[in-house]
Structures are given as C-alpha cells and as structure tokens.
C-alpha cells in the first residue's frame, strides 16, 4: 500500500496465546527527494500503520537500510527515539531509493531495556531478547568480531542464559567483506568453540554479509536474537541435506536453519542463503536468474523441513553483489512474491561467485500441549 511518499507491505499472524506478531517493509517511494524527506516519509508511513492496521502492536526489533550510513545514521538516530532494539547499516536499498526499514512487532507483550543492555519483549514464561548495532574498534576485524561475542556471551549470562542454549539468531555485518570475512569467521570459529559450539553439538542460525556501519573503522557489526525459557527441546535446526552441505565442511559455523515450539506456534528463522549444492558449491556462476531460482529452491526445501512453505514466510532480506542485476532479480521477486514483504538490498556475499543471497522469518500455527504459548 502507499502512504504519503512511501511504500508499505506487512503481514501478520495471530496465535491462541494472546500474542500477534507483524512484520512490516516501509521504504520511500519519492528517488528525488532528499534524504531527510525520505526519512520523514518512512517514520510518517509507520507511524500510520501504528495508529491503523498496527494498532495495539510495539516494535521490538527494527532494522534501517541507508544508502550511506556516514550522512545518514545521526538523522535516524535523532529521528527515532522507540524503546526497541534498532540496526543501522549501510545496505543501500536498490529500487533507487535512500532509506528503507524493516520492523518486527509483537502485541501483547511488555518491552523494557534491560540493565544487560538488550532489549526484552515479554509475555507468559518467555523473554524475547534482542540487540542491534553492537560494534566495536579494536585492531581488525577479527579482534572486533571476538570482542562482540565476548560481550554477547557476558550480556546473555547477565540474563541467566548462554549462546548455546538461548541464542537463535545473528546477523554479522561486516566492511569489505571480500577482505574482512576472514577475520570473522576465526573470531566466531574460536569463540563458539569455547562455548561448546561445535559441529558435533549445533550453531546457531545467521547471516554473514556486507555492510558498513556509520564509522568506516567498524569492520564487523553485529545483531542477535535469544530466548529465556525455552527448552532444548523446542530448538530443531535445519539441514536441507539434499540440497544443502553443513557449513563446517568449508570452515564456518552457523547453521542454515532453525526452529523454535511454542504452544501455539512455530517459528523459523532461515539463515543467508544463496545458490548452492549439497556438496558446497556454487550452482550456476555469473548466472544471476538461475541463482535466483535455485536459492529459492534451497529456502523451499529448509522450509519445507520445518513443515512450512512460501506461504507462512513473514518477510524477506534479498542481498545482490552488483546493483546492476536489481532490474530482473525485482522483476523475479514481483511475479512470485508481489505482496510479500521484502527488500532488496546491495550487500555482497561472503563468497564473491554468489551474486543474490537471501534470509527470511517464517511462522505457522500449530498446537503443542508439550510447551507453553507464545
């Protein structure tokens, strides 16, 4: 739907619990307008909805795409002022466009900052907490992704949780990824290790991608999602098998999907995932429709895993290399998805063969007398 100058797509899903969960993508409509016009289209845009469609919803995660952070990320700051965990990159979004913003909201939850730092949506026996735009400005990126995790692991024992038990979900940005990934995956290698994540045991879900922070000497910004009060028995991670190889067998560590059960509902959390096969390797090189259509299929099948489809995704981050190909991968996004929320966004690929990566969150009701309601 259009709002003013902007462009709003949601959805929304409502359980038995007494908790419904929106994800909305807010980007501005007018290319020539100046950068602050936009930003005041997208906010006037939200807070819309909020009084509207939304209302009775509270924001516990957003995310702010800029064209560049240097000029830009003050105003959002400045600008929003929401109790809620905020991410702020610079992934110019590609429809021509300077700011675009992604907001996950719950109702019938309290928000609150804990004194850890994260932000925590509560409701019945579970805290959702969540963080964005941790960074730091050690030496490299190595020593800064290190640190971020250090700092994590320090914040969720504040909360009486643990990486491997309560973390379900990290986005690790990271500044000329081609020349920085490295540093990252060895930092998060090391200390996962420490915290009894290994192959043999499990990762936790993420994507790895470019983007650059406000500060050019961020090389590694990092956001995270964990849950207090879930069990190991409603944590599954998904696998895809036939499609998909283990991240380990190439030397990093996250895993390409996971689950959680609530009582009255599942949620999955799909990590970055791009044209692949099961035995590593890239599907159709310099081949930016065919890696369109395979990634896809690969999302499908971990879906398709944790007994979902295409239908109960919520939303969708699409990441492409070279901005040249926004014409036919959008083109290929409005035929199969036209009213999904999505963006599509310039963040290159850990692996420069990749040319369209893409993540999602997805929900489906189910009912499980196992474990409590959301």
């Known amino acids: 739907m ?68 240097s000029n830009q990320a003050d105003d959002v700051i400045a600008s929003d002022v929401s109790d809620c965990a905020k991410s702020i990159i610079e992934q110019a979004p590609l429809d021509g466009t300077k700011i675009a913003m992604w907001v996950y909201l719950m109702s019938g939850v309290s928000t609150r900052q804990t004194d850890s730092g994260l932000y925590e949506a509560a409701h019945g026996s579970y805290r959702h907490l969540w963080n964005g735009t941790a960074f730091n400005l050690a030496a490299n990126s190595e020593h800064q992704m290190r640190l971020l995790f250090n700092e994590y692991v320090m914040q969720l024992a504040h909360e009486e949780c643990t990486l491997a038990d309560n973390c379900i979900r990290t986005w690790l940005f990271v500044n000329d990824i081609d020349l920085n990934y490295g540093g990252v995956v060895r930092a998060r290698n090391q200390v996962f290790f420490t915290q009894g994540l290994t192959p043999q045991t499990h990762f936790i879900a993420s994507t790895g991608i470019g983007g650059r922070q406000q ?146 969150m997805a929900v489906k009701a189910q009912e499980n007398d196992a474990f409590p309601a959301l």
């Open 2 to 69: 259009n709002i003013g100058d902007a462009r709003a797509r949601f959805s929304a899903f409502t359980g038995t619990g007494g908790v419904s969960e929106y994800h909305v993508m807010i980007s501005a409509t007018n290319v020539m307008a100046p950068y602050q016009q936009q930003l005041d289209a997208v906010l006037d845009a939200y807070q819309h909805l909020l009084e509207t469609d939304l209302k009775g919803a509270t924001a516990v995660f957003k995310r702010y795409f800029l064209s560049d952070a």
């Open 215 to 360: 500060d050019a000497n961020v090389l590694a910004q990092m956001d995270n999602y964990a849950v207090k009060g879930i069990t190991s028995e409603q944590v599954h991670h998904l696998y895809a098998s036939t499609h998909l190889n283990r991240t380990s067998d190439y030397g990093v560590s996250f895993e390409r999907g996971t689950y959680v059960d609530y009582g009255d509902r599942r949620h999955v959390f799909i990590s970055g995932t791009a044209s692949i096969d099961n035995k590593g390797r890239i599907v159709h090189p310099k081949d930016v429709v065919k890696q369109t259509h395979r990634m896809w299929e690969n999302v499908e099948a971990l879906l398709a895993e944790a007994g979902c489809s295409y239908e109960d995704v919520g939303e969708m981050v699409v990441y492409l290399r070279d901005p040249s190909d926004y014409a036919v991968v959008s083109k290929l996004y409005q035929e199969r998805f036209p009213d999904k929320p999505y963006v599509i966004v310039l963040a290159p690929v850990c692996r420069p063969g990749w040319l369209v990566e893409m993540e999602c």
